[in-house]
């Protein structure tokens, strides 16, 4: 069964538990794909299976963002947190202004990226309510940079963590969490001590 092409022909579905008049309890986050494009070729990716994503086509745009969060301002009892998702998100090329207005709307927000592209995001995200990072990485080195077929991310990567680390000491604000996501697979489990103990 595929919920989020059901979810996606039947967006009522969504309001099924409306209590409180005309407030929801429900949800406790929303998952916003940013762009269904990604920069990795994953020989692994779930996403090139599945026909919701597999186009690669469709962006959010800064003015549809915004009208998803006017609605989700006044229709959930509960101020949901905004996840950002992909594809890849941070290939969409409003991200900047996209994260502005989840701010300005007073939304915390997550993202799930693979890494590559933050250094280019660093000042506003380190400025910004985004509080966690969930950065795919599934080996270390070269074996990572193979398993995502993109060459050299790996490095690039790291550079950014320690970029986003020198950037919150120097701006004095709350560290952000960083989550490493790894997708376990027959190419990678025998090493996944080594990633663990990299990361310690």
């Excluded at 905004?82 to 927000?109: A, C, M, T, V």
């Excluded at 990226?113 to 509080?131: R, V």
Aim: glycine letters at 6%; aromatic letters at 12%.
């Amino acid at each position: 069964m595929n919920i989020k092409k059901i979810i996606n022909k039947n967006p009522e579905l969504l309001n099924l538990s409306k209590i409180f008049g005309e407030y929801a309890i429900q949800p406790f986050f929303l998952l916003i794909h940013l762009t269904l494009d990604c920069n990795c070729r994953c020989s692994f990716c779930y996403q090139k299976n599945d026909n919701f994503y597999s186009s690669r086509k469709g962006l959010i745009m800064p003015e549809d963002f915004e009208k998803i969060l006017r609605d989700a301002k006044k229709s959930f009892f509960i101020k949901p947190l905004i996840h950002f998702f992909g594809g890849e998100p941070l290939l969409n090329p409003y991200f900047e202004e996209i994260l502005k207005i989840s701010d300005n709307y007073g939304f915390k927000s997550s993202i799930t990226t693979n890494g590559i592209l933050l250094g280019k995001y660093i000042k506003s995200i380190c400025d910004s309510k985004l509080y966690q990072f969930n950065i795919s990485i599934d080996d270390i080195g070269k074996k990572h940079d193979q398993l995502r077929g993109a060459p050299g991310c790996f490095n690039k990567i790291m550079a950014n963590i320690k970029e986003i680390r020198q950037k919150e000491l120097l701006i004095k604000n709350k560290k952000k969490i960083i989550n490493i996501n790894c997708l376990v697979g027959e190419e990678n489990y025998s090493y996944l001590f080594d990633l663990a103990c990299y990361f310690i």
